[in-house]
């Protein structure tokens, strides 16, 4: 998928130093990937408002093409809209973190178990092998790097179901949880990253209730957990 995950250059989350491309004929697909990358990230902190002018100037755009992009953010839940106001970059909050968590939980663990049933072994093999090329070099990778290789990761699992409506979601919780994730990262390490290879060795022996079990406990969080994340997340966005 084309989108903020290629497009993130270093391991810690911050502001791109390098100005955003001015160029004729920006479309609104490429004003929605920047400014995509930009509410993932949180470039503009949480809360605050998106300065439509300032937008329309960086990207040298009308405000007609970056007003349908925004709007598409809206509809992913990267922003929101207030009547009269404006738009706004979506707050970093305990609850909305801890239930995209259990939402993924439950898609990726229903995914499985019909992973179970469904899934070519040829495609459960290049998933494992993609997970051994990742884990070769993940002394060296940068954080951002890692996160976005699991993400991948884990859209390719579910993918494994053939249900193209998991992958479609998980896809949307990724962008909204990728900067939690992002944090924790630099702050645990790799510690969950083993647990990949064991639910895909669950999924070739065709053992349905250890894939979900195995799914379930990879992902769920506690919310002492998010909640430590979190804060460091607003530290780290309030002290940059």
Same mark, same amino acid.
């Given at each position: 998928?084309?989108?903020?995950?290629?497009?993130? /250059?270093?391991?810690?989350?911050?502001? +791109?130093?390098?100005? =955003?491309?001015? /160029?004729?004929?920006?479309?609104?697909?490429?004003?929605?990937?920047?400014?995509?990358?930009?509410?993932?990230?949180?470039?503009?902190?949480?809360?605050? +408002?998106?300065?439509?002018?300032?937008?329309?100037?960086?990207?040298?755009?009308?405000?007609?093409?970056?007003?349908?992009?925004?709007?598409?953010?809206?509809?992913?839940?990267?922003?929101?809209?207030?009547?009269?106001?404006?738009?706004?970059?979506?707050?970093?909050?305990?609850?909305?973190?801890?239930?995209?968590?259990?939402?993924?939980?439950?898609?990726? =663990?229903?995914?499985?178990?019909?992973?179970?049933?469904?899934?070519?072994?040829?495609?459960?093999?290049?998933?494992?092998?993609?997970?051994?090329?990742?884990?070769?070099?993940?002394?060296?990778?940068?954080?951002?790097?890692?996160?976005?290789?699991?993400?991948?990761?884990?859209? /390719?699992?579910?993918?494994?179901?053939?249900?193209?409506?998991?992958?479609?979601?998980?896809?949307?919780?990724?962008?909204?949880?990728?900067?939690?994730?992002?944090?924790?990262?630099?702050? /645990?390490?790799?510690?969950?990253?083993?647990?990949?290879?064991?639910?895909?060795?669950?999924?070739?022996?065709?053992?349905?209730?250890?894939?979900?079990?195995?799914?379930?406990?990879?992902?769920?969080?506690?919310?002492?957990?998010?909640?430590?994340?979190?804060? =460091?997340?607003?530290?780290?966005?309030?002290?940059?």
């Amino acid at each position: 998928m084309a989108g903020y995950s290629s497009l993130i /250059r270093d391991s810690k989350p911050r502001v +791109r130093e390098t100005s =955003a491309p001015k /160029r004729a004929g920006l479309t609104v697909n490429d004003l929605y990937e920047h400014l995509k990358e930009m509410a993932v990230l949180y470039t503009i902190r949480p809360g605050e +408002r998106v300065n439509e002018l300032e937008l329309a100037e960086r990207f040298d755009v009308s405000r007609t093409p970056l007003r349908e992009a925004l709007n598409r953010l809206v509809a992913e839940n990267l922003l929101t809209f207030v009547p009269n106001r404006g738009f706004f970059v979506r707050e970093l909050h305990r609850q909305d973190i801890f239930d995209l968590f259990e939402l993924r939980r439950s898609i990726e =663990a229903s995914a499985v178990q019909l992973a179970v049933e469904r899934a070519d072994v040829k495609d459960v093999r290049a998933l494992r092998k993609f997970w051994k090329d990742t884990m070769k070099h993940k002394a060296q990778a940068p954080a951002a790097q890692l996160v976005a290789r699991d993400e991948e990761f884990h859209v /390719r699992l579910v993918a494994l179901s053939g249900n193209n409506e998991m992958v479609r979601t998980m896809y949307g919780i990724n962008a909204r949880i990728h900067f939690v994730r992002w944090i924790d990262l630099e702050q /645990r390490g790799h510690d969950a990253f083993a647990e990949h290879l064991d639910i895909l060795d669950a999924i070739e022996a065709r053992d349905a209730k250890r894939c979900r079990e195995l799914t379930e406990t990879h992902i769920t969080w506690r919310m002492e957990e998010i909640a430590k994340v979190v804060d =460091a997340g607003v530290v780290r966005l309030f002290s940059r």
